[in-house]
């Protein structure tokens, strides 16, 4: 197991370049379940995630070859069959429950492992299962796998009692090869979906509404292979953008999409970051004195959920009163546990955590729970007086590809090593 060692207190300065979305990519990924031909995905992010995606699809028959020199991903579902994916690894990662949409588009039916919760909530899929049953299919849940199958699968209306993005992308992906017209109501508008659309489109697909919070998808015979470049991941641009803020530096981030930022933009820049546009990136400029304030998260266009951890670890260290209220996730305040190990003032009332800033954080032993806590407390370490160790990293390499490396060119002191102890302690446990 590795961990990352950070010695705080550096300034940073240069540019960084920003991958493409993970969350992009992972359904797009199982959007190519819905050709037999071949598809290509260009400056595709080298993740945990994505790998393991690759292997569930692999693990149903279809050959994937990862070019990571070239960070291209080549994809051939021509002789993919509807066996059971491995278990393991669908349980290994919530994500790939996104091909339940695109395997009951192909076969008809398809039976999957149950997605488990994780730290940051139970994660229910009654949302996509009723988007299912609305286009025909019968549902069977037992002994922990789901079973959704459909002679043919029939458009029809669908409203979405909550904008939910997993819901939205397996929505479509099961609609865009049925019989007729489904219009989808009360969508998730995240950019990742207009990605998806955009990539399933590419493909031959007929779906219109991108960016609005209904989809109408029109069925097609057939879906053909593409070729598609995914959009950048905000929520690195974000992340970076924030050590920016922590370490009160002035960097360049290139791979922005301003419009998909906007919120972050809006929320920094209040807080009084001097942040200049240009095509495709930004100059952000953190050296100001830094003002508190509140942060609700709501589904996009508002502040995104997957910011909010990051977006702690910086207010933990800005003089004053700030409220951050999740409003997405029941249990996304994992990371607020290991930051009062630095010497954060954080308070906890309910779904909201009032923070008392202070001056400066202090270097600990530090644990990352999920994906976007694991970032923060990088963050954090980065501020922090003294030697900040980060251990279970793995969380954090889902999500960012050589986040350290990135760190390390602008100037920033962390380091990947191999944690024994954690290796010994796993030994003796699995003994
Ligand atoms: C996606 O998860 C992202 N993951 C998450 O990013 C992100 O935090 C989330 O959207 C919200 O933006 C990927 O795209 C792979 P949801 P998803 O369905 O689809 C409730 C990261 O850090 N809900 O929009 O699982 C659910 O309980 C990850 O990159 C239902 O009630 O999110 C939650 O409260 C973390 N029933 C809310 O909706 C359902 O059937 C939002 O979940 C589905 C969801």
Do not use: W
């Amino acid at each position: 197991m590795d961990k990352f060692i950070i010695k705080g207190g550096n300034t940073l300065s240069g540019e960084v370049e920003i991958s493409s979305a993970k969350n992009a990519v992972l359904p797009i990924i199982a959007a190519t379940i819905l050709s037999g031909d071949k598809c290509t995905i260009l400056n595709c992010p080298m993740l945990l995630d994505v790998y393991v995606i690759c292997d569930v699809l692999r693990s149903l028959g279809a050959k994937v070859e990862i070019e990571s020199k070239n960070s291209t991903v080549n994809i051939d579902t021509s002789n993919l069959s509807d066996n059971k994916p491995c278990g393991d690894l669908v349980r290994k990662m919530r994500g790939s429950f996104l091909i339940m949409g695109a395997m009951i588009s192909r076969f008809g039916s398809f039976k999957i492992s149950l997605p488990g919760g994780c730290n940051i909530g139970t994660r229910p899929i009654d949302l996509h299962l009723k988007g299912f049953k609305a286009l025909g299919a019968k549902v069977k849940i037992d002994h922990g796998y789901v079973q959704v199958s459909a002679e043919k699968l029939i458009g029809d209306k669908i409203y979405l009692d909550y904008p939910s993005v997993g819901a939205t992308e397996n929505i479509i992906m099961a609609s865009v090869l049925a019989k007729g017209e489904t219009i989808i109501e009360n969508v998730a508008q995240e950019p990742e979906i207009g990605d998806l659309i955009n990539f399933l489109n590419k493909m031959g697909a007929k779906v219109k509404g991108i960016g609005t919070d209904t989809l109408k998808v029109t069925g097609v015979e057939y879906l053909h292979g593409a070729k598609h470049r995914p959009i950048y991941d905000r929520i690195e641009a974000g992340t970076f953008m924030i050590a920016a803020g922590i370490t009160r530096s002035k960097m360049k981030i290139n791979g922005i999409n301003h419009e998909h930022i906007k919120p972050v933009i809006a929320k920094l820049s209040e807080m009084g970051m001097d942040i200049q546009l240009y095509n495709n990136g930004l100059i952000i400029d953190g050296r100001n004195e830094l003002k508190p304030i509140d942060i609700k998260t709501m589904p996009y266009p508002g502040f995104p959920t997957d910011m909010q951890p990051q977006m702690m670890s910086l207010l933990s260290c800005v003089l004053g009163t700030s409220v951050v209220t999740e409003t997405i996730f029941e249990n996304r305040f994992m990371h607020i546990a290991e930051l009062k190990r630095m010497g954060a003032n954080i308070k906890i009332d309910g779904r909201s955590a009032v923070i008392e800033g202070i001056n400066k954080l202090t270097g600990a032993q530090v644990k990352a729970t999920d994906l976007r806590a694991g970032a923060a407390l990088i963050l954090a370490g980065l501020e922090s007086d003294g030697e900040t160790e980060i251990v279970d990293i793995y969380h954090i390499d889902r999500g960012y590809s050589g986040i350290e490396k990135k760190l390390g060119l602008l100037g920033a002191e962390i380091k990947r090593v191999k944690d024994s102890s954690l290796d010994e302690e796993l030994k003796v446990k699995n003994q």
